[in-house]
């Protein structure tokens, strides 16, 4: 099997999936109204495109 250079470069600092249970979790992510306002009008745009 070959090996892949970018993995090959990395070696052992891939981060791993492990959570370490002293830090908090983040639970919720609210979005902010500057988001919700611009997300709609990009989709009101796109639709009467």
């Known amino acids: 099997m070959s ?3 970018i993995e ?3 070696g052992e600092g891939l981060p791993s999936n492990v959570i370490d249970d002293d830090e908090p979790n ?5 979005p ?3 988001w919700v306002t611009w997300k709609m009008e990009l989709a009101n745009q ?3 495109e």
Do not use: E, G, R
Not at 26 to 30: C, G, R
């Open 3 to 5: 090996i892949d250079p």
């Open 32 to 34: 902010s109204d500057t």
């Open 46 to 48: 796109m639709f009467y």
């Open 8 to 10: 090959a470069d990395l």
């Open 26 to 30: 983040i639970v919720n992510i609210h």
